[in-house]
């Protein structure tokens, strides 16, 4: 069954950009991608969704390719308060089950 | 909106005592519910999804007779976790999703459970 994998750290200082991909080989043709922010013993936080191409908010970009294999979640500028832990997360194909990425642990220095 | 509520946020129980997890959406009809589990420096584990008035269903490997599950109410489910022991210890969290926003999952704050 193929993981839905992240780069389990990475350090940033403030001021920079941020880009956290995530590997779904096995996405679902029909899911959304979601990516999720979490502090500690705290719920995860919605931070973007996107199905295609590029989606933009208010906080992040995503990025997803043609083959929505991977995708890349954009942090503009970070700061302290972005240490955090970042999920995606998505439909698996086999088991149409939405699964969590590994999870990547960012470091914000100042 | 789309607020989800746990309550308690922490609970100590002795091995053997059983614990119950409510879990509310606040402001929306929750259709589907998720729990999940969490240990340290872990990423979270869907332990099962639960329609609202059927019977949940359960991830490989989870116990069903030892994590009961309710969803008795399109705004409540609960969680509960029979004769508890130490290595039940860990993070659980719901999320919940509505029939009309059903590509979200809103989830909640999370509770910590610690079995003695």
């Known amino acids: 069954l193929a993981k839905t994998t992240q780069p389990i750290s990475m350090d940033s200082y403030e001021g920079q950009e941020v880009n956290i991909t995530c590997s779904h080989n096995?996405?679902?043709?029909?899911?959304?991608i979601t990516w999720y922010q979490q502090f500690p013993s705290q719920g995860p936080r919605f931070i973007i969704q996107?199905?295609?191409t590029k989606v933009t908010n208010e906080v992040a970009s995503l990025f997803i390719p043609a083959d929505r294999k991977s995708s890349t979640l954009s942090l503009p500028r970070v700061s302290l308060s972005d240490t955090a832990v970042y999920y995606c997360?998505?439909?698996?194909?086999?088991?149409?089950?939405?699964?969590f990425g590994t999870g990547t642990r960012l470091q914000v220095f100042p | 909106g789309a607020v989800v509520s746990q309550h308690p946020s922490w609970v100590i129980c002795k091995s053997g005592t059983s614990v119950k997890i409510e879990c509310r959406s606040l402001?929306?009809?929750?259709?589907?519910m998720f729990w999940y589990r969490q240990f340290p420096k872990q990423s979270l584990m869907l332990m099962a999804t639960?329609?609202?008035?059927?019977?949940?269903?359960?991830e490989q490997g989870v116990e069903k007779d030892k994590f009961l599950i309710n969803h008795a109410s399109l705004t409540l489910s609960t969680l509960t976790v029979t004769s508890a022991h130490p290595e039940d210890s860990s993070f659980y969290i719901c999320?919940?999703?509505?029939?009309?926003?059903?590509?979200?999952?809103?989830f909640g704050p999370g509770t910590r459970l610690t079995v003695l």
């Open positions: 997360l998505v439909g698996e194909g086999n088991t149409d089950k939405l699964i």
């Open positions: 996107g199905y295609k």
């Open positions: 999320s919940a999703s509505s029939r009309f926003r059903y590509n979200e999952q809103f």
């Open positions: 096995n996405i679902a043709t029909n899911d959304y």
């Open positions: 639960s329609n609202e008035g059927s019977k949940a269903t359960y």
């Open positions: 402001d929306f009809q929750a259709t589907t």
